[in-house]
């Protein structure tokens, strides 16, 4: 199943399950989404192990974001992580730090706080990291 963004001409794949927090919708607390999330409406607390997580033009996230991927058109004020990608629209407003393995800004979104970026398999890379390792404690 495919789901039209609005606002944009990309399809999004939703797999087997999906959920909608719509347009009128508030929700508070912890949502477990083990498929695909999509919110229009607003949405307080935190999202996890969800494949996949669009936050249309007109949603708004108050907490943190954990998926696989995420796609951010409206707000997002908290901190995201995306374990393969987050893509953050022109129409995007995110406060807060993203952990992914890729990245997307378009032109006109706004982004205050930190990006860390990974491997596959979870390994940052940020050469401090690696520097560590091989220094024989030599920097103590």
């Known amino acids: 199943?495919?789901?039209l963004k609005k606002n944009s001409d990309k399809m999004f794949?939703?797999?087997d399950m999906v959920s909608v927090i719509g347009p009128e919708a508030?929700?508070?607390g912890t949502l477990n989404a083990k498929g695909s999330l999509r919110i229009d409406g607003r949405f307080?607390?935190?999202i996890t192990d969800a494949h996949a997580v669009v936050i249309g033009g007109a949603g708004r996230v108050i907490g943190d974001i954990s998926a696989e991927s995420a796609v951010i058109g409206g707000e997002v004020k908290g901190n995201i992580s995306a374990a393969?990608?987050?893509e953050l629209l022109s129409t995007s407003r995110v406060t807060g730090d993203i952990h992914t393995g890729r990245i997307v800004i378009e032109?006109?979104?706004y982004f205050e706080g930190h990006c860390a970026m990974s491997r596959s398999g979870g390994e940052?890379?940020?050469?401090?990291?690696q520097n560590d390792a091989g220094d024989g404690g030599e920097n103590a």
Not at 124 to 129: F, G, H, I, L, W
């Open 26 to 28: 508030y929700f508070q």
């Open 107 to 109: 032109d006109g979104a």
């Open 44 to 46: 307080e607390g935190t």
């Open 1 to 3: 199943m495919s789901f």
């Open 84 to 86: 393969e990608s987050a």
């Open 124 to 129: 940052e890379t940020d050469s401090a990291a």
């Open 13 to 15: 794949d939703m797999g």
